[in-house]
């Protein structure tokens, strides 16, 4: 049962333009991520963002940014996209942080071109 | 370097076969988690195993804790073709707000 909604599927875009993936939850958590998985599968956090709190990986760069209205949404923002940005982008919540299990959406697959 | 590392990176096995992936991690830990992700899906969790536990069970999975070697291990009896998919193992360096993925093992369930 989908908790964790994600749009859009995917995306294809040209290098320099601005996108921006949307993901809500109806799970009532207090806590949501983003994460970005490359093509071996490999997961790498980068944003927390709880009680509106936002916590970043510092190795995210400058081009991206999380925008949130309330605590079921946490939108992502990649301004002047760059190859390297290709990949699935991962939202998740949890109840706290840290051990809690963690409620992840379908993905967004982006391209860029 | 990852903090969380399973292996092996690849398995394939037959239906009905037992199989069992490991996971090494560097930290110390509140509690390790395995995740397992289908294609086109998110990952979702399989088993929490907190530092004071060493074994747990859910359904036809285990999953095994060993803090002095910093080890864990996921077993699955009985596999189906289903169950072909990522196995990541998870864990919180303590204290820490982020849950670390290992790599993840490709596991193949052929019928």
């Known amino acids: 049962e989908t908790a964790v909604f994600q749009t859009p599927n995917y995306h294809v875009t040209q290098v320099g333009n601005e996108v921006s993936f949307n993901c809500k939850q109806t799970?009532?958590?207090?806590?949501m991520y983003w994460y970005k998985q490359d093509s071996k599968k490999l997961l790498k956090i980068m944003f927390s963002?709880?009680?509106?709190?936002?916590?970043v990986n510092e190795t995210v760069p400058r081009r991206f940014s999380p925008q949130s209205s309330d605590k079921a949404h946490l939108n992502l923002r990649i301004k002047s996209v760059e190859p390297e940005d290709s990949a699935v982008y991962l939202c998740?919540?949890?109840?706290?942080?840290?051990?809690?299990?963690?409620?992840f959406g379908p993905g967004t697959r982006l391209l860029v071109l | 370097s990852q903090l969380a590392e399973e292996n092996p990176w690849a398995l394939s096995v037959h239906e009905g076969e037992s199989v069992t992936v490991n996971c090494s991690y560097k930290?110390?830990?509140?509690?390790l988690q395995w995740y397992r992700q289908k294609s086109g899906e998110g990952p979702a969790q399989l088993i929490l195993?907190?530092?004071?536990?060493r074994e747990k069970r859910n359904g036809r999975l285990r999953a095994t804790l060993d803090t002095s070697s910093q080890s864990s291990s996921l077993s699955i009896t009985a596999t189906r073709c289903e169950d072909t998919a990522v196995y990541f193992c998870?864990?919180?360096?303590?204290?820490?707000?982020?849950?670390?993925f290992g790599s993840g093992t490709q596991l193949t369930v052929m019928p």
């Open positions: 998740a919540s949890s109840a706290g942080t840290g051990v809690d299990t963690q409620y």
């Open positions: 799970l009532g958590h207090d806590t």
């Open positions: 963002y709880n009680n509106k709190q936002l916590i």
């Open positions: 930290t110390s830990i509140t509690a």
């Open positions: 195993i907190r530092s004071n536990e």
């Open positions: 998870a864990t919180d360096s303590s204290g820490s707000w982020q849950l670390i």
